[in-house]
């Protein structure tokens, strides 16, 4: 009603850009007729306009319009009017819901090269690194035509590779990387370790899955702290020994918990043979409730796999392994029992931040996703970023059809398997959403029986881009793909077949030798074979008189024989391009770049790129010209039908599911599959439906779709989402507590980094602990007589061993003003003899000495209250039952937590500077040689 009464918000602020999309348009005209040079050349224009006063807004169309020019002619891709829309969206920091197909990763190139303009430097954030690398590879073509440097961050690199990536205009990352960079800048011991530039301007694609999915875990580094192993894989078996069935335990599957009965207490210590899990001399119930969880709530093949030994985390939401990531609190060592692999260190937090957190660091921030409309609130909330539905090119004329509802799972599982085979039968290509390795695997399963043929995506796979090689082919006639979780996957399905991919596919297989190691087997069908290079057929590399595995691409990606003529242009382009770089194989990555660079339209010099790009074009033609056809016939079949099945707990990641068929105009449908055994349903009330379905006798096979269940369903999401949303809620204001002490922290750090001359911070520290000291033991209030002028003077000393002259009598007729700042004088003298002594053993001593101590105490300081303030928080939880506030207690009690810890710092590092004595190392001569 207030919609029809108001009129839409989201149309009256797309009215509102209206205008400079319409300005954008007008200038194409003239900036079509630029040359490459001129067109180049607008940057430096841009920029000095920037320097005489003009604003970024003011620049706005003109460079939308130079950058939608330089899209068309080195990408071949002209941008769309809601394509600059949702560029301008970004521009002005804010979320554009773009759906699926809808090139969001052409979009960022706008935004991203305007705000680069100022020289401060633009953040391109991707889910992984595959992701990063191929959109820089891709997108940044735009970006070096107009002269700007584009960096590229991965796993892996060394600090000096990163520095110099980050200082380039605009830099592609990882969610991860860029917030473990940010704190691994913050324990740096000298600013050449810095690798950050203070942030600016972020764009972060697929902004719903890493602000709001990963939102729950903050980001750590840690140490690791030993603990003996024993207990671990002790509690492992006496989880076993307990059981839920007898009531030792409850499990909250909602919170994610379990809970002990008083049973459970007595029949887990009379099986360790103690009296009290909770004695502090030998606490055992932290170690039994991990194992518990353990065996519980997380499964394998599910939350985690067991791979070469190894207890990996797999990622809710895109299904992917999670490398190098392990469960905290002990939770990861509990799960390593289970498995009887062997258990690494516990580790200790050395500095942490929040997604949340990380990311309000940035002046200026932006996202894209296709489904950002259902978490507006959070997003709104505790990001300040308003959400706006950017339109799509074309309408849409995808059908959703109603959900189908079984009585068990095996029955969902069997009705999908055959709706499946309906669907190869008549040639529509599918894909199938499955939430875990173990279903995918299952229903893999069911579909060898049928003999259907299928690809297969899990977390098994390590190698994302032959993940994308597959789902870019998805689209193909007859095609069948199971998929876990398809958010972030950043790959398009078209219809018939991506020519694109398979053309820079075929190119690479010629040119680029790759070591596989041969469990790399998979479900891909990938060929592996070992082959003599010289005999040059295809897929082999060329490195003269050896035998190497070589890389090459799955069957079902090449929809057609290439020519003979073809195949002879492919291999003497190759053969130049080795003989141009000299008698060896190109190392890996160099050789990416080149097929990359020749699959691009940037003008080159290069004579070997233009030979492959040559001949990549003409590939490109000869595939088009099948995938053409075959789009056709799959638009006349349907398009690409999509199935879900489970409900997952976010609406969103359903509708993400959902978006996958149906872009850009074309015909697609989707239907979920669901059981009253799935977890949504079984923890929400199925069993309601589960009587019904008894009392009426519905037959196992027999689906049912109804209104109620589908609003029970809906319902339950919202219920799951806000639970959800209240935990990230309540990290996040626990974490703003910790966030205003890690700015200060992290500014002190910063100033002692950049600091040439830190002797006054030092004397400034010195003159505080005497204030304090004077404070504590004079009380202005009593009598001079009645002060403790002695303890005082005993205490100074014990500080500042030079001031050993010091006499309580010199104190005695002075007030408290005037001790304080007879004190300070003699600090100041004491300190001046300190550097003296110092810097005659080796001058400038000192002043590596003060950095040296000041980073130290704030490094060890932080850890230790790192600690103290999990201990707090896990206390004052329980004070709710005391009618406070847990939150405003561990504020008020952690603010007087970090005070103390500022002081310790002051302290330690007076006491520590004026007990430094250094040694004069003894020259070391040469051994005289033995004859």
């Given amino acids: 009603m207030l919609k029809n009464l108001l009129g839409d918000p989201n149309a009256r602020k797309l009215k509102k850009y209206q205008p400079s999309v319409t300005d954008i348009s007008l200038l194409e005209e003239d900036i079509q007729a630029l040359s490459d040079e001129q067109l180049a050349s607008k940057t430096a224009e841009f920029k000095q306009r920037l320097s005489k006063g003009e604003t970024l807004d003011d620049l706005l169309p003109e460079a939308f319009a130079v950058v939608r020019e330089t899209g068309r002619r080195v990408l071949g891709l002209r941008h769309f009017d809601v394509q600059l829309l949702g560029g301008i969206i970004l521009h002005k920091g804010q979320i554009a819901e773009m759906k699926t197909g809808e090139g969001k990763t052409l979009v960022a190139t706008l935004p991203a090269y305007l705000n680069a303009l100022t020289g401060k430097g633009v953040h391109i954030v991707t889910v992984n690194d595959y992701l990063a690398r191929r959109d820089a590879e891709w997108m940044g073509q735009v970006h070096r035509f107009l002269g700007l440097s584009v960096g590229l961050i991965q796993q892996g690199m060394g600090p000096s590779e990163r520095k110099k990536n980050y200082d380039c205009d605009i830099t592609y990352v990882t969610n991860s990387e860029v917030g473990f960079d940010y704190l691994r800048d913050n324990m740096a011991t000298a600013m050449a370790d810095v690798v950050q530039r203070p942030f600016n301007y972020c764009v972060i694609d697929e902004v719903d899955s890493i602000l709001i999915d990963e939102a729950r875990t903050p980001l750590i580094i840690s140490g690791q702290v030993e603990r003996p192993t024993e207990k671990y894989l002790q509690a492992a078996q006496i989880a076993l020994a307990l059981k839920k069935e007898d009531e030792h335990y409850e499990v909250d599957e909602k919170a994610r918990n379990v809970l002990l009965s008083d049973e459970g207490f007595a029949e887990a210590e009379q099986l360790l043979g103690v009296t009290d899990l909770y004695d502090p001399n030998d606490p055992w119930a932290h170690y039994i409730f991990n194992a518990i969880k353990a065996k519980e709530l997380f499964l394998k093949d599910v939350n985690y796999i067991v791979r070469n030994g190894e207890v990996v985390i797999v990622d809710e939401f895109t299904g992917r392994v999670l490398p190098g990531r392990r469960w905290s609190d002990g939770l990861h060592q509990a799960i390593e029992a289970k498995e009887r692999v062997e258990i690494q260190p516990e580790t200790q937090t050395l500095a942490t931040i929040t997604y949340q957190n990380l990311f309000l660091l940035y002046p200026k921030l932006a996202g894209m996703t296709g489904t950002a409309k259902t978490e507006e609130a959070e997003f709104e909330k505790i990001y300040k970023l308003e959400v706006t539905v950017i339109p799509t090119n074309r309408p849409r004329s995808r059908q959703d059809l109603p959900d189908m509802v079984f009585k068990t799972e095996e029955a969902k599982w069997r009705a999908i398997a055959q709706e499946c085979a309906q669907m190869h039968e008549i040639g529509r290509p599918v894909l199938v959403g499955t939430t875990s390795v173990e279903k995918s695997e299952y229903l893999s399963q069911l579909l060898n029986q049928l003999e259907i043929p299928y690809n297969l995506l899990n977390a098994r796979p390590e190698n994302v881009e032959r993940e994308s090689e597959i789902i870019a082919q998805a689209g193909r006639k007859g095609a069948l793909t199971i998929a876990t979780n398809m958010a972030g996957r950043g790959t398009d399905i078209i219809l018939g077949g991506n020519a694109e991919y398979m053309a820079r596919l075929k190119l690479r297989e010629y040119f680029m030798p790759r070591i596989v190691q041969p469990e790399d087997e998979d479900s891909f069908g990938i060929g592996r074979a070992s082959v003599p290079v010289a005999a040059g057929s295809s897929g082999q590399g060329f490195v003269p008189g050896k035998k190497v595995k070589t890389w090459k691409a799955s069957p079902q990606i090449f929809p057609t024989q290439l020519s003979r003529q073809m195949e002879q242009m492919l291999k003497a382009a190759v053969e130049f391009a080795i003989q141009e770089y000299g008698e060896r194989s190109l190392p890996e990555l160099e050789a990416e770049d080149k097929v990359a660079v020749a699959a691009e339209k940037a003008p080159t010099d290069d004579p070997v790129i233009q030979r492959l790009r040559e001949v990549y074009n003409r590939i490109l033609q000869e595939y088009e010209q099948f995938t053409s056809r075959e789009h056709e016939e799959v638009v006349s079949l349907g398009g690409l039908h999509v199935i879900g099945t489970e409900r997952h707990e976010s609406r969103r990641i359903d509708n993400q599911l959902r978006g996958r068929a149906g872009r850009q105009g074309d015909p697609g449908s989707t239907r979920f599959f669901l059981s009253l055994q799935d977890n949504l349903l079984r923890i929400f009330g199925g069993d309601r439906v589960a009587g019904l379905m008894n009392a009426f006798r519905v037959e196992e096979d027999m689906p049912i779709e109804s209104g109620m269940l589908t609003r029970s369903l809906e319902g339950a999401q919202k219920k799951v989402e806000t639970y959800y949303y209240d935990i990230r809620k309540q990290v996040f204001e626990y974490d703003e507590v910790m966030n205003n002490q890690r700015r200060a922290i992290y500014a002190e750090r910063r100033r002692v980094l950049e600091g040439q001359d830190l002797k006054e911070q030092v004397i400034k520290y010195a003159e505080k602990t005497m204030d304090e000291i004077v404070d504590y033991y004079v009380n202005p209030d009593l009598p001079s007589e009645d002060w403790e002028l002695g303890t005082l003077v005993s205490k100074v000393k014990e500080f500042i061993y030079l001031l050993a002259d010091l006499e309580p009598e010199q104190l005695q007729d002075l007030a408290v003003g005037e001790i304080k700042t007879f004190l300070h004088e003699q ?63 561990y504020k008020s009690e952690g603010y007087e937590l970090f005070l103390d810890m500022m002081t310790n710092i002051r302290r330690n590092v007076v006491y520590s500077l004026f007990q430094f004595q250094p040694q004069i190392q003894p020259s070391v001569q040469a051994p005289s040689e033995l004859v």
């Fill in 827 to 889: 600090v100041r003298i004491a300190y001046d003899l300190k550097e003296a002594q110092v810097d005659q053993i080796q001058p400038g001593l000192m002043r590596q000495a003060e950095r040296f101590f000041i980073l130290q105490q704030i490094d060890t300081l932080w850890r230790e209250h790192l600690q103290q303030m999990d201990s707090l928080r896990e206390s004052v939880g329980l004070r709710g039952y005391g009618q406070k506030d847990p939150l405003i207690e």
